[in-house]
């Protein structure tokens, strides 16, 4: 059973950074794609970034290109979101998701438990 923990979460003002972490336990990592999306109280969840399971590959949503960065170390199970120039909009609960394919389909991932983003003006 796939396993997927989140850490890295917390307030921040606006322009400054964070960094996000998942690890995956259960499975072999280099098995599967890692995403992240988000999600801010009254709204869907969306996509924000997914990388392949070997080839590095990545994808941004627009609203965060250019200014995150999602990378894997297939070493240590762990995916990363290096969020910089926050905005207050990207407040929300960030989740790490697993899938077997690529690209990432939101009904088909595994889930960590979640990291609350805060980004104040």
């Known amino acids: 059973q796939v396993q997927l923990v989140e850490s890295g979460g917390g307030l921040v003002q606006a322009g400054g950074s964070l960094r996000l972490s998942c690890r995956l336990s259960?499975?072999?990592?280099?098995?599967?794609?890692m995403a992240w999306f988000r999600q801010a109280p009254g709204k869907e969840r969306e996509f924000v970034a997914a990388?392949?399971?070997?080839?590095?590959?990545?994808d941004y949503a627009v609203s965060v290109k250019g200014r995150f960065t999602i990378s894997r170390d297939n070493t240590k199970n762990t995916v990363y979101l290096q969020m910089n120039s926050l905005k207050p909009e990207d407040t929300a609960v960030y989740y790490c998701a697993a899938n077997t394919s690529y690209p990432v389909r939101i009904g088909l991932c595994y889930w960590g438990q979640g990291t609350q983003v805060t980004v104040s003006s």
């Open positions: 259960g499975r072999t990592f280099t098995g599967y794609a």
């Open positions: 990388i392949t399971a070997t080839t590095g590959h990545t």
